[in-house]
């Protein structure tokens, strides 16, 4: 949440939520690289002041979820389909347009297709 990339990527994805682009996807935020040090914490109240409507992990201190997907910058999705397969990854902002497409396939089953990513801040 002290990442500007993912501070961009959230409001994104709450839009394309509440216009209904995200049917037939369940999604969950995972709170990691968290410190009361950064602004913005704790990563609870941004959420709530960006009006997540999805489900919040938070990962543990040594980033135990943040590594076992992989993560490698902020912001991170990882796609996993309905039998718990990771499908997808980036990192990197991406465009609403993208995830709206990303979303659909993944909810139909269907390859992802995974555009370039943009910006992004190394993982710590």
Not at 28 to 35: I, P, Q
Not at 71 to 93: I, N, W
Not at 108 to 124: Q, R
Request: aromatic share 10%; hydrophobic share 40%; charged share 20%.
């Amino acid at each position: 949440h002290w990442c500007p990339h993912c501070q961009a990527e959230v409001p994104r994805l709450v839009g394309i939520a509440k216009n209904g682009k995200i049917e037939g996807v369940d999604v969950v935020g995972v709170a990691t690289g968290t410190s009361d040090q950064y602004p913005n914490y704790p990563p609870s109240a941004w959420f709530a002041r960006e009006d997540w409507p999805f489900g919040v992990m938070v990962d543990s201190a040594s980033a135990t979820a943040a590594n076992a997907y992989g993560l490698s910058a902020y912001p991170f999705l990882v796609f996993v389909d309905a039998d718990g397969k990771v499908v997808g990854r980036t990192s990197g902002e991406v465009e609403a347009a993208d995830l709206q497409v990303i979303f659909k396939a993944l909810a139909e089953g269907k390859p992802l297709p995974i555009p370039g990513a943009g910006g992004s801040s190394t993982a710590k």
